[in-house]
């Protein structure tokens, strides 16, 4: 594919498409990082802005394409697949937040950059524990810690108390008072960042005032994405497994030939089609709009399972693999530790099975801010 989405509404043509670009540009192999890992991938990042992937869930008007959740639902799965090093989720929930609730200078300010690939966003939601504070005079201060991707960002979502409540403010990166400090993580294809924000100034424009349902939107669909990108990135590995037990010989014959493999692989199979399914049904679920409880609680489910799954047979994918699946050189221990860190992200496995069983019993009020809770990176 080396033009542009233009017309790509049907989601197997997208997801062939977005397929076939990123296995051309891994070719056979993945890339081991260093030690330092590899954050951000800003070759590739430019290349998605080229093709239109930027522009899914943005207006015509501003740039975009004007596609929907389940759009990005396939972008999210495709990039999990090749355990892409984008800040694609938080970018595309900034598009996503600015266009349903920011005003006309603020979408024209954000949306066409995001689309262009100029704009990096890094996201923090209150359910993720930290909450900056608005004075009076309308400046930030606090701390808000363990925000994927904030070091390579250019805006930042956070989540802010003022007099009228929990609100999402537009913070630019480099505005007086706002300090990012990357912090050290196992995960080698994303990084984390700490905010700290002192004395901030915040235009009025750039609070968004959100109620209840709209924080649900945003859980559910950071939910969603982390789901997705689990199911993609247990697919790729499931199937490079499969093909190393074809290939490994013991006894004078593949290992993939001995039954008790057969059937270890069978199930994971099985467990990770359940999760590609749950997963794509989330994406279509939010894409209609239908939204609410079930909605709600179908996410968190998801986001759990798929999750919980990904990080179960990337372990034992190590194992599968033998002594190579131990070493640095084999993508190995790239899955494991994406999948240990998507297990945390915008909340634990725990956190969501909590959820869903609150808003499957139709308990939907919540604490929009609790308690900041350590997330082990």
């Not at 694609?88 to 689309?115: H, K, S």
């Not at 956070?158 to 995960?187: K, N």
């Amino acid at each position: 594919m080396t033009a542009p989405l233009t017309e790509m509404l049907d989601l197997a043509e997208l997801r062939g498409a977005v397929r076939d670009v990123l296995a051309d540009r891994r070719g056979d192999a993945f890339a081991i990082p260093g030690e330092e890992g590899r954050g951000l991938d800003r070759a590739l990042w430019a290349e998605m802005a080229a093709l239109g992937w930027l522009g899914l869930a943005i207006p015509e008007v501003q740039g975009g394409l004007d596609q929907g959740v389940a759009h990005l639902g396939v972008l999210y799965e495709e990039l999990g697949r090749e355990l892409a090093p984008v800040p694609v989720l938080p970018t595309m929930l900034a598009a996503v937040v600015i266009g349903r609730y920011g005003d006309t200078a603020v979408r024209d300010q954000w949306l066409p950059a995001i689309a262009a690939g100029d704009c990096l966003a890094a996201l923090s939601l209150p359910s993720d524990g930290g909450v900056a504070t608005l004075d009076a005079g309308g400046r930030l201060s606090g701390t808000i810690d363990h925000v994927a991707f904030a070091d390579v960002a250019n805006l930042l979502l956070l989540p802010v108390r003022s007099a009228d409540g929990i609100a999402l403010a537009l913070v630019p990166a480099g505005s007086p008072g706002v300090t990012v400090v990357p912090r050290p993580i196992v995960d080698l294809t994303r990084s984390i960042g700490r905010i700290e924000l002192k004395g901030v100034p915040l235009p009025p424009a750039a609070l968004l005032s959100l109620d209840l349902a709209d924080w649900d939107m945003l859980d559910d669909h950071a939910a969603m994405a982390l789901a997705c990108d689990a199911v993609g990135a247990s697919a790729a590995l499931l199937d490079r497994t499969v093909e190393y037990l074809k290939i490994r010989e013991q006894f004078g014959r593949p290992i993939g030939s001995f039954q008790a493999l057969k059937h270890r692989v069978a199930d994971w199979k099985v467990k990770i089609e359940a999760a590609t399914a749950l997963s794509r049904h989330v994406a279509a679920l939010l894409a209609s709009g239908d939204g609410g409880p079930a909605a709600s609680a179908a996410a968190s489910e998801a986001k759990a399972y798929a999750c919980d799954i990904f990080a179960a047979f990337a372990g034992d994918a190590v194992q599968l693999h033998g002594g190579i699946g131990f070493t640095w050189e084999h993508p190995c221990h790239l899955f494991l530790k994406r999948a240990k860190l998507g297990q945390q992200l915008h909340g634990s496995s725990t956190a969501h099975k909590e959820r869903a069983g609150r808003y499957a019993f139709g308990e939907r009020d919540r604490a929009v801010a609790p308690e900041p809770k350590p997330i082990t990176v």
